[in-house]
């Protein structure tokens, strides 16, 4: 009976030295499978979808290329315990945000990646934001608005939000960014057109985005895309 006993709290007690702690020393709370030590490693900053939090993504690095370092940060608004989004919908219908909300997160974001890079010592070309749903939609938000902090993002199941696409225009330094888009055929969330428009979009800013359809997959990130975004992380860094 001792033993069993013995053998349980073991059990809880390597159970609980799993759970990755939260940190909060930047501006947005995150979680971390990085190495400070190792300078100018590629940096992946995960960003997660309404209703969601920081625990949503994080999982993903494992099937991720492992001399990256990987962030997974929490939204700053709290729809309620554990649920958290970067900015309220705005309006019924096609997907919109509250312009308040967008550029106060946006801020946040990107006063986040400002440190995140000074703390994990990597160059801002080698910074890569991967964002699903509302994530998505803030890693245009940031990227597109602000090039020089990142050198690309991967968009999952989003869309660029009307108000980025009514503000931006051709730019030379945004040409840089590398861009990968997936997006399920059967979203019924975020439909497929939107991920098709972006791409669309994103070309006419002088970009080259890869973009990928996933037939028969709804508002998730499927196995085959977890395979392709590594591999386009792969070929980034190799």
Known sequence: ?????????????????????????????????????????????FLHGSGSNEADLFELKDELPGHYNYLSVRAPKVMEPGHYQWFAKKGEGAYDGDTSDLKASGQMLLDFIDKARAKYQADASRVYLVGFSQGAMMSYEVAL??????????????????????????????????????????????????GTEADSFLKTLALEPEFHGYPGVGHQISAMEVQDLRAWLERLNP
């Open 1 to 45: 009976m001792l033993k069993a006993f013995a053998l349980c709290l073991l059990l809880v007690s390597a159970s609980l030295q799993a759970q990755p702690s939260l940190h909060t020393d930047l501006p947005l709370n995150y979680l971390a499978h990085a190495d400070e030590q190792a300078s100018n490693r590629p940096l992946v900053i």
């Open 145 to 194: 608005r602000h090039p020089e902090a990142v050198g690309g993002i991967a968009a999952m199941g989003g869309r660029v939000l009307p108000v980025l696409r009514a503000e931006l225009t051709p730019a030379e330094p945004r040409r840089a960014l590398a861009v990968f888009i997936g997006h399920g055929t059967i979203d019924p969330i975020i439909p497929y057109r939107d």
